[in-house]
């Protein structure tokens, strides 16, 4: 039997990882539109290791979720739920191009 929730690891990631896709997306619509200039260059280079830190917060939540045991989902959950929620982290894997092997070690 798995464990009860995500550990306290996996939900900082995951709260990192919003906080910065969040950040990177604002800080680039911000300089969308500004003529070029020493501070639209500043912008971008906020954006881009805003960008660069998600990655390096995926890259250690993928590394985290190979090496521990995710929560197992309620027993109440009718069969075609558990094919939703399976289906749904299948495609929310590969927006974050993660490979399907991540989540065929979880199961």
């Known amino acids: ?3 009860i929730r995500y550990t306290r690891t996996a939900r900082l990631l995951h709260w990192l990882m919003a906080g910065g896709i969040i950040t990177a997306a604002a800080v680039a619509i911000s300089f969308d539109g500004l003529p070029l200039s020493p501070h639209k ?3 971008i280079n906020y954006h881009k290791w805003a960008g660069l ?3 390096w ?3 250690a939540r993928v590394l985290w979720r190979l090496t521990h045991q995710p929560p197992e989902l ?8 558990r094919r939703v929620a399976s289906s749904t982290q ?3 894997q590969a927006i974050r191009g993660e490979p399907p092997e991540v989540h ?3 199961q």
Request: net charge negative; aromatic share 8%.
């Open 53 to 55: 830190t998600v990655l």
């Open 74 to 81: 309620p027993v109440t959950l009718a069969a075609w739920e």
């Open 104 to 106: 065929d070690e979880l």
């Open 41 to 43: 260059i500043h912008l």
């Open 57 to 59: 917060l995926w890259v």
């Open 1 to 3: 039997m798995g464990p």
């Open 90 to 92: 299948l495609q929310l």
